[in-house]
């Protein structure tokens, strides 16, 4: 089958992190004989004051000294086979406009990095790009640590929403090309307080749990439909709760090395669980996260 990751954009800013990103996106570069553009976008205002310019040359000044700076990052990565891109713009716009000019198929990120010039830039830019972009991204955060391109187990997220079709395609093909186990996860939210749908009175702990029970083994059945029977070996996981907790909880007690989810969707009646943990898990998880669209 052939890879649906052939175009890799990797943007950069000179951050640890984002050297982590990179380090990965050549790694699986090379593993897939696909094409790895780097790119890093100069933000245009640096340099502004109002609408006055507020430093003369100083766009040359910039693009000199992140020259020096990919430069420096990169030093110890062979690049031969890579395109570098230096850019003038807003870096959300510039990440977002680039994978479609290059027409990516994987967008590569860090989070909470900071150029050379000590200014927030793929923090706050992951969010902006995470919504616009129609590719999926795959972000790391300081959390994660040194990653391997080749995960050995591999969490899916689902939530039975529009994106899940998405999110089955992306994982099963990672797991099949990788040799990893899949873990299949879905959390089933429940109210603070529930009602008996008859009496409308509160449900005892004993019946409680039973509904748990039931619910959980409900969504168990409906995760295993999801797999092509073919697809070995799966694990499912069904709890009740925070979608985020259980994502976490997984996330360490099976040692997971890359999360797959949907970026938005909002589930069965309209409870948008992965919406909201997407956001979360993009800002913590120990381990990468492919966001993926419908």
């Known amino acids: 089958m052939k890879t649906p990751y052939q175009s890799i954009l990797c943007p950069v800013d000179f951050s640890e992190i984002s050297r982590m990103a990179l380090a990965w996106s050549l790694e699986l570069a090379r593993d897939l004989e696909g094409e790895l553009t780097v790119l890093h976008a100069i933000d245009t205002a640096l340099l502004n004051v109002g609408n006055l310019v507020a430093v003369p040359d100083g766009m040359a000044e910039f693009r000199r000294q992140s020259e020096q700076q990919m430069s420096s990052m990169t030093e ?124 409308m009175e509160r449900l005892t702990p004993e019946q409680l749990e039973r509904l748990k029970d039931t619910l959980t083994a409900e969504r168990r059945e409906e995760l295993a439909g ?50 909201s943990t997407c956001h979360k898990m993009v800002r913590s998880s120990p381990c990468p996260v492919l966001i993926v669209p419908k």
């Open 76 to 199: 110890g990565l062979d690049l031969s086979a890579a395109k570098v891109v230096v850019e003038d713009g807003a870096p959300a716009d510039v990440v977002v406009k680039a994978t479609e000019d290059r027409e990516t198929d994987l967008l590569v990120m860090g989070t909470h990095g900071f150029s050379g010039l000590q200014r927030l830039l793929l923090g706050s830019v992951m969010e902006k790009v995470l919504h616009r972009v129609k590719v999926p991204l795959l972000s790391f955060c300081p959390r994660t640590p040194e990653a391997s391109h080749a995960p050995k187990n591999i969490l899916l997220a689902v939530d039975f929403g529009p994106e899940t079709a998405s999110v089955m395609r992306h994982g099963v093909w990672l797991a099949e090309h990788f040799g990893a186990k899949l873990f299949g996860a879905h959390a089933v939210p429940v109210p603070y307080v529930v009602l008996n749908d008859r009496s």
């Open 226 to 275: 999801l797999f092509p029977a073919s697809t070995t070996p799966v694990e499912l996981i069904s709890s009740v709760g925070s979608a985020y907790r259980a994502m976490l909880d997984a996330v360490e007690q099976h040692q997971i090395d890359l999360v797959v989810m949907g970026r938005g969707g909002h589930g069965r009646r309209n409870l948008g669980w992965v919406g």
